[in-house]
């Protein structure tokens, strides 16, 4: 109350102060605002807002010269903020209705200039509408024969109150409400709603994958899992509410599988796709929502019907949504559903050791407008809460994460290695034990032990000017070469006794082509056998998008074309966003 008081008489004091802001220009004001808000919501021609050439930005405003230092000690920050918005407001207001009449003044930027450091200021600006082009065209003018008549700290009315004055658009704020980005995630998601609501897209597991991971996952659900052939991709969401989380709808061949089985069997067994996999969501695809209540009720309902099917036999419920968000809300509200009903069908909230889970997955197609699919199964049915992943690693004790992407590479390009070995059984005959690995920018050593321990190399030779990781240089044939790579090919190539059946290179190069450069430098050499294996990770140094990267390497992959047969391009789990990865055999 005190504080109200002392507000108060500050701001009559302040107009007391300054005639300019008297209560008749206060009065004036306020009868223009209420002016411009009545022809506003007319339907007239001049209701359209920003007209071209009526608008006007006035930039470099100076609330020290309406304010100064006339304020006490203990003003609050806030209410000088207010004060000096207001006072902005009226004073432009008086200035500018001289030349005609103003149908809107916005002043911006207050709240920033008081809140920034001296040094990082910005001063406030506004935009100011006037009715008729020609009153905005005779301020300009007139502010123009002050600049040539003022001093630049100091002079007539205007230029103490701002510096600079032109012709602007209508601000954007003035306008409809900008969409916001995540808005935009209606886009592309009223199609996937629009297809669940018509019955034309089926789905029976959501994945929430990593953003960057939504188009690997996808391809290798299609074609990498081990049950691949009951699983297809239906449809996929790309923004969410969530900046880094992606959706993909699968549905499963029914005849062929069970969605327990394929989550069991498939995605939580396999090594590589738990990088970009985050989540695993049950639902029914004809169990559609519109709200949270909905889905609540509907559960609850669903529920009670188990609860006498399954006589005394306890329910415990486990809720896991996205977005997570809306979690807890869920739950409050079947815990209050459930405390209206009959005590003898209550069931339990239960986050572990529950019989059932409930699956909810929110689709939003512009904001405050979303679809609910969700789905309550037995827990037997639905085992999907734990991807295991850190059991599925192997090989922890690695010296860079290098390493799994070559045995990433290898296990995904199966065919292509049985044919090699197939060859290389043929090739060597009774010396078919007999290894050779040549392993470019081997530094640390990752792709060296792969090839060392889990492949089976005789001899491996790590071509790198650096350092190997200790305990990869005291590897069984493991020798390292301290040379960069077209040095060593040339060391090689004197030598004449040394002849790859393997070439592996995870060099980082300026050039991309480079890397396929040196590749074909080591064949012509003879360095490379016939029918040799290669992985090659090229490593795109420009670009920013999937599609430009895929076509950089759609490009440099040609220039294999006459030298190399069986070629798989992979965008690995352990690729990074411009590194795609090539295996193929040497020859035709």
Same mark, same amino acid.
């Given at each position: 109350?005190?504080r109200?008081?002392?507000?108060?008489?500050l701001?009559?004091?302040?107009?007391?102060?300054?005639?300019?802001?008297?209560?008749?220009?206060?009065?004036?004001?306020?009868?223009?605002?209420?002016?411009?808000?009545?022809k506003?919501?007319?339907?007239?021609?001049?209701?359209?807002?920003?007209?071209?050439?009526?608008?006007?930005?006035v930039e470099?405003?100076?609330?020290?010269?309406i304010?100064?230092?006339?304020?006490p000690?203990n003003?609050?920050?806030?209410?000088?903020?207010?004060v000096?918005s207001a006072?902005l407001?009226?004073?432009?207001?008086?200035?500018f209705?001289?030349f005609?009449?103003?149908?809107k003044?916005?002043?911006?930027g207050?709240?920033d200039?008081?809140?920034?450091?001296?040094?990082?200021?910005?001063?406030?600006?506004a935009?100011?509408? &006037?009715? /008729?082009?020609e009153? #905005?065209?005779?301020?300009?003018?007139?502010?123009?024969e002050c !600049?040539?008549t003022?001093?630049? @700290?100091?002079?007539t009315?205007?230029?103490?109150?701002?510096r600079?004055?032109?012709?602007?658009?209508?601000?954007d704020?003035?306008?409809?409400?900008?969409?916001k980005?995540?808005?935009?995630?209606g886009d592309?998601?009223?199609?996937?709603i629009?297809g669940?609501?018509?019955?034309?897209l089926?789905a029976d597991?959501?994945?929430q994958?990593n953003?960057?991971?939504l188009?690997?996952?996808?391809?290798?659900?299609?074609?990498?899992?081990?049950?691949?052939?009951v699983?297809t991709?239906?449809?996929?969401?790309?923004k969410?509410?969530s900046?880094?989380?992606?959706?993909?709808?699968?549905k499963i061949?029914?005849?062929k599988a069970?969605?327990?089985? &394929?989550? /069991?069997?498939?995605? #939580?067994?396999?090594?590589?796709?738990?990088?970009?996999?985050? !989540?695993?969501?049950?639902?029914? @695809?004809?169990?559609?929502?519109l709200?949270?209540?909905?889905?609540?009720?509907?559960?609850?309902?669903l529920l009670r019907?188990?609860?006498?099917?399954?006589?005394s036999?306890?329910?415990s419920?486990?809720v896991?949504?996205f977005?997570?968000?809306i979690?807890?809300?869920?739950?409050?509200?079947?815990?209050?559903?459930?405390?209206?009903?009959?005590?003898?069908?209550?069931?339990?909230?239960?986050?572990?050791?529950?019989s059932h889970l409930?699956?909810?997955v929110?689709?939003?197609?512009?904001?405050?407008e979303?679809?609910?699919?969700?789905?309550?199964?037995?827990t037997?049915?639905?085992n999907?809460?734990d991807?295991?992943?850190?059991s599925l690693?192997g090989?922890?004790?690695?010296?860079s994460?290098?390493y799994f992407?070559?045995?990433?590479a290898?296990?995904?390009?199966?065919?292509?290695?049985?044919k090699?070995?197939?060859?290389?059984?043929e090739?060597?005959g009774?010396?078919?034990k007999?290894?050779?690995a040549?392993?470019?920018?081997?530094?640390?050593?990752g792709?060296?032990?792969?090839?060392?321990l889990?492949?089976g190399?005789?001899?491996?030779?790590?071509v790198?000017?650096g350092?190997?990781d200790?305990?990869?240089?005291?590897?069984?044939?493991?020798?390292?070469?301290p040379l960069?790579?077209?040095?060593?090919?040339?060391?090689f190539?004197k030598?004449g006794?040394?002849?790859?059946?393997?070439?592996?290179?995870d060099?980082?190069?300026?050039?991309?082509?480079?890397?396929?450069?040196?590749?074909?430098?080591a064949?012509?050499?003879?360095v490379?056998?016939?029918?040799?294996?290669f992985?090659l990770?090229?490593?795109?140094?420009t670009?920013?998008?999937?599609?430009?990267?895929d076509k950089?390497?759609?490009?440099?992959?040609?220039n294999?074309?006459g030298?190399?047969s069986?070629?798989?391009?992979?965008?690995?789990?352990?690729?990074?966003?411009?590194e795609?990865?090539?295996v193929?055999?040497?020859?035709?």
């Open positions: 109350m005190v109200q008081q002392i507000c108060r008489f701001f009559l004091t302040a107009f007391c102060i300054y005639p300019n802001c008297d209560a008749l220009a206060l009065q004036r004001h306020q009868q223009s605002v209420a002016l411009y808000e009545n506003l919501s007319t339907d007239s021609p001049k209701a359209e807002a920003g007209k071209s050439g009526d608008v006007l930005f470099d405003l100076r609330p020290s010269a304010i100064g230092n006339q304020f000690l003003t609050t920050e806030n209410y000088a903020k207010s000096s006072l407001t009226t004073r432009l207001t008086n200035h209705v001289q005609g009449n103003v149908r003044l916005s002043v911006l207050v709240e200039y008081h809140q920034c450091r001296q040094k990082r200021r910005r001063r406030p600006y935009f100011v509408t &006037f009715e /008729e082009k009153s #905005a065209t005779l301020a300009i003018r007139d502010h123009e !600049k040539a003022s001093s630049r @700290d100091g002079g009315a205007n230029q103490a109150l701002f600079r004055i032109s012709y602007s658009s209508v601000p704020t003035w306008r409809r409400k900008p969409v980005p995540q808005d935009k995630i592309l998601s009223a199609s996937i629009d669940f609501q018509s019955g034309t089926k597991i959501v994945l994958v953003k960057s991971h188009h690997r996952v996808m391809d290798y659900v299609n074609k990498g899992l081990s049950m691949a052939h699983a991709v239906t449809g996929y969401v790309e969410t509410c900046r880094t989380t992606s959706l993909i709808f699968i061949d029914s005849e069970s969605v327990s089985s &394929f989550v /069991e069997e498939s995605l #939580a067994q396999d090594p590589f796709i738990y990088k970009g996999l985050n !989540k695993v969501y049950a639902i029914d @695809d004809s169990s559609m929502c709200s949270e209540q909905e889905v609540c009720l509907e559960a609850c309902g019907e188990l609860q006498l099917q399954n006589g036999a306890p329910i419920v486990k896991q949504t977005p997570p968000q979690q807890s809300q869920i739950v409050e509200t079947m815990e209050h559903h459930q405390r209206q009903e009959d005590p003898s069908n209550r069931f339990e909230m239960a986050p572990s050791k529950h409930l699956s909810v929110r689709i939003d197609r512009i904001e405050g979303s679809m609910f699919l969700w789905s309550l199964k037995p037997w049915d639905a999907i809460e991807i295991q992943s850190s690693l090989d922890t004790d690695v010296v994460r290098a992407k070559l045995k990433e290898i296990e995904r390009s199966q065919s292509t290695v049985k090699f070995q197939t060859m290389h059984h090739l060597k009774s010396d078919e007999s290894m050779v040549i392993d470019c920018g081997a530094a640390p050593g792709w060296t032990k792969y090839l060392a889990d492949f190399c005789t001899t491996t030779y790590s790198d000017p350092r190997l200790p305990t990869v240089e005291k590897l069984e044939g493991v020798v390292h070469v960069k790579a077209l040095e060593a090919i040339e060391d190539s030598q006794n040394i002849c790859a059946d393997i070439w592996v290179s060099m980082c190069l300026h050039d991309m082509n480079g890397q396929i450069d040196i590749f074909k430098q064949i012509e050499a003879g490379v056998r016939r029918s040799a294996l992985c990770t090229l490593k795109c140094t670009g920013f998008s999937k599609g430009s990267y950089q390497v759609e490009l440099a992959s040609q294999l074309e030298i190399a069986d070629i798989t391009t992979l965008h690995l789990f352990s690729n990074r966003k411009g795609r990865t090539i193929g055999l040497v020859g035709n």
